[in-house]
């Protein structure tokens, strides 16, 4: 088995979460704390849930994570759905980020997938 920084739904997700610092930084002052802070929990949220996952020693009890990450994903697309609608995210990182987000469904999709054949 692949290790935890090898995963590439682990990669995409850290690379999520470091996006989403970006898009905290140029967020003004005022929208930071509500908004903001929704993001980077929410971004920061997939990767952990999976590094938490792939860290258990059963299947079951990974999956639990998996489906964690899955939401919380779901979950960033929607604050970075609402920043770009009230013009608050830099727009040079809506369109990449949004397609990272859609990307990292899938791929999360098939690995839940690929673990609940294992069961």
């Known amino acids: 088995m692949a290790g935890l920084s090898e995963l590439e739904i682990y990669k ?9 610092w ?7 002052k005022t929208h930071k704390y509500h908004i903001g802070d929704q993001v980077l929990r929410s971004l920061d949220s997939i990767a952990a849930n999976i590094a ?4 258990r020693y059963h299947y ?5 994570f998996y489906y964690n990450a899955r939401g919380s994903l779901w ?3 929607f604050w970075i759905e609402t920043l770009n609608k009230r013009n608050l995210i830099i727009k ?3 369109n990449p980020t949004l397609q990272m987000i859609e990307k990292e469904g899938v791929k999360l999709n098939n690995f ?8």
Not at 12 to 20: C, P, R, T
Not at 22 to 28: A, D, S
Not at 60 to 64: E, I, T, V, Y
């Open 52 to 55: 938490e996952g792939y860290g």
């Open 112 to 119: 839940i997938n690929s673990i609940k054949r294992i069961l």
């Open 75 to 77: 979950e960033a697309k």
């Open 22 to 28: 970006i898009i905290y930084e140029g967020l003004p």
């Open 92 to 94: 040079d990182f809506y």
């Open 60 to 64: 079951k009890d990974s999956l639990r």
């Open 12 to 20: 995409i997700a850290v690379d999520l979460s470091e996006n989403g």
